[in-house]
């Protein structure tokens, strides 16, 4: 069963960058396969952050594609997120997921609340 | 790209069939059969309920169905139960390898 658990700190201060770590079990990433991430920010919907391709390829929502890098660890089978310059509306429950060929995401981590604040 | 348009919410007793809708354009709903629904109860992951506009995987019942008409797309519930009390999302391609996601529905089960 592939099971993902996000990870990293709950409170970032404007201005700085939020690292956030998805670990993958039951799977190895480097075998297939995209990884994404995704958000809900307080009383919104889901919004679609991007997704990495076990080559390295990254893809990025284009609202936030200026902020955003993901990569892979490989030795630890987990993947990452670093979004830069982060204002109040970045405060979210942030998702990991596996995502398919065909852009459905198969299975989610828990999330991982972030909240921005000074 | 602007988010899907959801209902909020929607309701039905038990035994009864309810359908929510899933709004986009032809630039994502419209223009690509990569249609995904996901069932989320509180604190717990998303679940994946439908792909590919109408395909269930494994283990997801077959009261769960899906389709697509032109921008919109619907996820059906038939024979609501008590453990369908959940909020569902919609998502599509929405083309340059980007998603896009609605507002989310929350379904109550009278």
């Known amino acids: 069963q592939v099971q993902l658990q996000e990870s990293g700190p709950g409170l970032v201060k404007p201005s700085e960058t939020l690292s956030l770590t998805c670990a993958v079990s039951g799977y190895s990433i480097s075998s297939g396969y995209y990884w994404g991430w995704i958000r809900q920010p307080p009383g919104k919907g889901l919004q679609w952050i991007g997704k990495?391709?076990?080559?390295?390829?990254?893809y990025y929502n284009p609202s936030l594609e200026s902020r955003v890098t993901m990569s892979f660890d490989t030795s630890k089978n987990q993947f990452s997120l670093n979004l830069r310059s982060v204002t109040d509306a970045d405060t979210a429950v942030y998702y990991c997921?596996?995502?398919?060929?065909?852009?459905?995401?198969?299975?989610w981590g828990q999330g991982t609340v972030v909240t921005v604040s000074s | 790209q602007s988010a899907l348009t959801q209902p909020p919410s929607a309701s039905g007793s038990p035994g009864q069939s309810v359908t929510i809708s899933c709004t986009g354009t032809?630039?994502?709903?419209?223009?690509?059969?990569?249609v995904s629904w996901y069932q989320r109860h509180p604190g717990k992951a998303p679940k994946l309920m439908i792909y590919d506009v109408t395909k269930r995987p494994s283990g997801v019942p077959d009261r769960f169905s899906g389709s697509k008409s032109g921008n919109t797309a619907s996820l059906t519930v038939s024979g609501l139960q008590a453990e369908d009390e959940a909020d569902y999302y919609c998502c599509s391609y929405a083309g340059n390898s980007n998603l896009v996601f609605g507002g989310g529905t929350k379904l109550t089960v009278l």
């Open positions: 032809s630039s994502d709903v419209g223009g690509y059969n990569y």
């Open positions: 997921a596996r995502v398919s060929s065909s852009s459905y995401c198969d299975y």
């Open positions: 990495i391709h076990y080559s390295g390829s990254t």
